[in-house]
C-alpha cells in the first residue's frame, strides 16, 4: 500500500537542487524550491563545467525527455582534443577526443548559467526567488518548517539542503561539518570569441580544453565555448532542425546571456595572490591576473587583457573535511552543502547530480509503501556521503587545486613541474597509455564505486 507523498522542500536552485525537484515532479511527490536570488538570471554562473556520464546519466532520468534533450541541444561543441601546453603556448601534449553517439557516456561541455535555465525550464510555479534561508524548526508531528530572511515560512515533510558550499542549513544542522581552504585561488574570465580572439590560438587550442602549465607555478585551463546560438540569439546556420526547433521553444534563451566565449583560468597558491583578491573585482582584478602571468605569450595576456571585466571572478577554492555518520532525519542534504569539493572534471556538479537521482529514487521508493520516509533519507545518506567524501578527496589531488602541491614549492616545485608535463608527454605518445587515457576522459564515472 503507498503511503501519502511527502511534500519536499529544497532550499537551493543549483544544479542538484533543481535536478531532485524535476526527478520529483516526475514521480508524483510534491516540491518547492526557494532561490536566495532574486530571479532566474542573476548569479555569476557562466563558466565551463563538464557534465560526464555520471551526470548525465541523473539528468536523463530525472528530466524530462524533452527537456533532457533541449540540454543536449544547449551544451557547447564539443572539444576535439585535450591539450597540454607551456605558458609560452608551446604544446607538450596532445590528445585526440573522439566523437560519441551516446548521449550518456561522453563528456558535454556546459554553460554553468546555460544548464541552470535549462533546469528552471517547467519549475516556474514551485522555484521560489528571493527567499534567503536563516534557519529551520522540526516539529513533533513529523513536519519541518523553513523560515526566511523576508518573514516568511514554508513547511514540509522533508527539507533538503542544496545550498552549496557555505549552507546555512548544515550550519544549523551539522554544525561539527566544516569547509576549509584548499590553499589555492582562482582567477576565471570570459573573453569575446571574435575573429581577433580565435586568432590569437593555435588551432588545436582552439579546438580543445588545453591545461596550462606555468613555471613558478601558475596554472590555467582554457577552453572556446560555441554554442548553437548567436549574439542575437539567433540560431546559427548548420544546427539540425530538431535542435533548432528545441531552441526557439525553449524559454530559457530568452532569459540568458552567454554567448560564444573563452574560458581563461589561472590557478597557483593562495600566497600568490594580493590579499584582498577576494574583493577586487573588474579591471582590477583583470589586472591581478595580468600581473601574475607577466611572464606567459603575449597572445594569453592579449586574451586577459580582452576579457569582459564584468566576468572576472575570484574563487577561493574550498573542501570538505569528512563526517562521521549521523543520525537521520527529516532534513537531509546533497551537493557541496555537505561535500564540497575542489573543481576539475566538473566532479562536484556530476556528484550533486547523482546525489539527485539517488535521493529521488529513494523518496519515491517510499512513496510507494517500501520504506518510511526516515529509512528512505537513512539509506539515501548511507551510500551518498561515503562516495561523496571519496570524491573530495580525489578532487583534492588533481591538477594542483591543493595548495600543498609540491608544484607550489620554491624548489621541487620545478621538478614536479617538469614531472608533470613529462607524465603528460609520454602518455600522450606511446599508444597504449594514449588510449587509456582518452577512454578515462569519455567514460569516468564517479558513479561507479
Given amino acids: 500500500m503507498s503511503a501519502a507523498p511527502p511534500h519536499v522542500l529544497i532550499i537551493g536552485a543549483g544544479t542538484g537542487g533543481l535536478c531532485l525537484a524535476h526527478g520529483l515532479r516526475r514521480a508524483g511527490i510534491s516540491v518547492a524550491v526557494y532561490e536566495r536570488h532574486r530571479d532566474r538570471a542573476e548569479g555569476l554562473l557562466g563558466y565551463r563545467v563538464g557534465i560526464g556520464p555520471t551526470g548525465s546519466r541523473a539528468l536523463r532520468e530525472c528530466l524530462p525527455p524533452e527537456l533532457f534533450a533541449t540540454f543536449l541541444a544547449t551544451c557547447a561543441r564539443p572539444p576535439h582534443y585535450f591539450n597540454v601546453v607551456t605558458q609560452g603556448l608551446r604544446q607538450t601534449a596532445s590528445f585526440a577526443l573522439r566523437p560519441s553517439a551516446d548521449p550518456v557516456r561522453t563528456e558535454h561541455s556546459v554553460a ?236 562536484g556538479a556530476n556528484t550533486a547530480l547523482r546525489d539527485a537521482r539517488l535521493l529521488c529514487e529513494q523518496l519515491s521508493r517510499a512513496t510507494a509503501g517500501d520504506k518510511t520516509l526516515l529509512q528512505a533519507v537513512a539509506d539515501y545518506e548511507a551510500v551518498m556521503a561515503p562516495y561523496g567524501f571519496a570524491r573530495v578527496a580525489e578532487s583534492l589531488n588533481r591538477s594542483g587545486t591543493n595548495g600543498d602541491d609540491r608544484m607550489y614549492r620554491p624548489v621541487v616545485g620545478r621538478l614536479a613541474l617538469l614531472g608533470a608535463r613529462g607524465y603528460f608527454g609520454v602518455t600522450s605518445r606511446v599508444p597504449r597509455l594514449r588510449r587509456r587515457f582518452v577512454d578515462d576522459f569519455h567514460t569516468y564515472e564517479g558513479d561507479r564505486d
Wanted: glycine share 8%; charged share 20%.
Fill in 112 to 347: 554553468r548559467m546555460v544548464l541552470r535555465q535549462v533546469l528552471l525550464t517547467g519549475l516556474e510555479d514551485v522555484v521560489h526567488f528571493d527567499k534567503t534561508f536563516t534557519r529551520y524548526e522540526q516539529r513533533d508531528d513529523g513536519s519541518v518548517t523553513a523560515h526566511f530572511a523576508d518573514g516568511t515560512t514554508a513547511t514540509g515533510d522533508l527539507l533538503v539542503a542544496a545550498d552549496g558550499t557555505h549552507s546555512a542549513v548544515r550550519r544549523q544542522y551539522l554544525p561539527h561539518a566544516v569547509t576549509r581552504d584548499a590553499g589555492t585561488i582562482n582567477i576565471a574570465t570570459r573573453v569575446p570569441l571574435t575573429p581577433h580572439t580565435r586568432g590569437l590560438i593555435p588551432e588545436r587550442v582552439q579546438q580543445g580544453i588545453s591545461l596550462i602549465f606555468g613555471v613558478g607555478g601558475m596554472m590555467g585551463v582554457l577552453h572556446v565555448m560555441e554554442f548553437k546560438w548567436d549574439a542575437e540569439r539567433a540560431i546559427k546556420p548548420g544546427v539540425s532542425e530538431a535542435d533548432a526547433a528545441l531552441l526557439r521553444a525553449w524559454p530559457g534563451l530568452a532569459h540568458d546571456t552567454t554567448t560564444d566565449n573563452i574560458n581563461l583560468i589561472i590557478w597557483s597558491a593562495a600566497n600568490r595572490f594580493p590579499s584582498d583578491v577576494m574583493h577586487r573585482r573588474g579591471d582590477e582584478l583583470v589586472q591581478v591576473a595580468l600581473d601574475l602571468t607577466s611572464n606567459w605569450h603575449p597572445h594569453l595576456r592579449e586574451l586577459l587583457a580582452r576579457a569582459d571585466p564584468a566576468s572576472a571572478l575570484p574563487i577561493k577554492v574550498s573542501t570538505s573535511e569528512p563526517v562521521p555518520p549521523w543520525k537521520s532525519s527529516t532534513v537531509t542534504m546533497l551537493g557541496d552543502a555537505i561535500h564540497t569539493m575542489t573543481p576539475g572534471r566538473g566532479v
